[in-house]
């Protein structure tokens, strides 16, 4: 019994290793895209409500051929994404750039995945805090 468990347990954290493996492939960065972004996190800080709340990732095509972004996926609907349609020509460069909704107040932490066409993937990160929305004052009678 105690040997069959232990086949067990080493069968299903083999499977978990591998499975863990093969999901690392699909969303680090790989040297395939041949990317080379200015940086892949931008923290606003503190920004006002309903302030500017975009920021522009840039990227060098250091690879030798054309590079071209395929998607741009977010981790959710407050976020926006903007890319470069255009194929980046080796040497050249691109931009990813991410508009976050600043009518919601509080802290957030979202993710842009950018796909190329190579089906590697760069992610992206945006983080920041968004005070609270101003009390409207009404003048006195």
Sequence with gaps: MKVTLSALFLLLASAFAWAQEGEKSLTDP???????????????????YAGDGKC???????????????NVKTSCGCTTPGY???PVQPGGSGFVT????????????KTLTVVFMD??????????????????????E
């Design 30 to 48: 790989t040297e395939a895209s041949y990317s080379d972004f200015d940086h892949k996190i931008h923290n606003f800080g503190i920004v006002e």
């Design 56 to 70: 522009t990732f840039n990227f060098k095509n250091t690879g030798t051929t054309p590079l071209v972004i395929k």
């Design 84 to 86: 470069s349609k255009e």
């Design 98 to 109: 991410a508009k976050y909704d600043t009518n919601r107040e509080g802290t957030f932490h």
């Design 119 to 140: 089906d590697s993937q760069v992610v992206l990160t945006i983080k920041g805090t968004v005070k609270p929305k101003p009390a409207t004052t009404t003048e006195p």
